[in-house]
């Protein structure tokens, strides 16, 4: 079976539908004028990358969004990602999209770290679930190391912004799968959030915003059917709006072989979608990792004791590690540490 299709085939027909094109109307909105409190989270357990980001706006790509906003024929345009020059298309009035094109960055401190620990790893592939606009696909993709990106993203306007920078990057090794991911093959409905943040449509939350109902698959089913089955998972990034143990417990099998977890730590969200937080620690604890956050404002994991994890009710990054057979971490190369306790 192949790895992957060429750009024009990038969609994966493993999922019952296929992407469609945003709906412009919903999409594009009038609003109050840009000003720097609209980057800030709106609600408590907004993650730390955003709120403690060195906030050095580039002028010509601040124009160009201001421009985009005050443009209604216009849904999205062109910026770039600073240092690499990756290019990326962004949605001016979703947060997202606003601080790519301000500063360049989107959680700065995980996007270093994930960069080095991909660096001189063994061949194997990314799992990305809640790839939102491609930010981390894109660039998990640059590295020799990973073979396939397998990108998962339900809402039918993250999942065109994320072909189109695949596209403009001149990507071919990244599989998008347009749908939700949980335990199970089946649908769920997404229900939609406000158009300031396109990352926070919900399988749990009913924001009475709307909804769309969407195909389901779980990790191990979509992987089965691309032939990855026995490939080593380097990276697994779990971003899911408090969804995540759902798709944890449809992706026993690639717990197996995966080297280091990413899960978005909502346990509070979880709790609302009768989910088990206690019992994805347990999942992932009885697969051998260990749970470490990125201290401070370093790209440096630090190992977390159980005892705090559990006391952590704000949406937070934590990082499983699993550790080899003599104890260290499978991700010492991405300088993961003790803890200072």
Known sequence: MRRHGARSSRFSSACSAGPTSPDLGSVWTLARPLCTDDLLPKRPGDRDTIRTMRRIPRPLQSMKLLLAWMMPQGTSFQTYATGSKLRFFVQCRDVIGRHIAKYGRF???LTDWIGEYLQNRPKGIVVDVGAN????AVHAAQHASVTTVVAFEPDATNAWLLDRNLTINDIDKVVVYPCAVGAAVGHAHLHRYKRSNNGRHSLIKNYGLGSRMVPLTDVDSALDALGL?????????IDVEGFEPAVLAGAVKALERADAVITEYS????RDGDLSVEGMVDRLLAAGFVPHQLAGTS?????VELKDLRRIEDQTDILWIKLTTNGSPMA?????????G
């Open 267 to 270: 346990p509070q969200l979880s």
């Open 332 to 340: 010492a190369s991405a300088q993961a540490e003790p803890s200072a």
């Open 107 to 109: 959680e700065p401190q």
């Open 133 to 136: 606009l491609g930010w981390h």
């Open 229 to 237: 089955e026995q490939d080593r998972i380097l990276l697994m990034k």
């Open 299 to 303: 790209s440096k994991a630090v190992r």
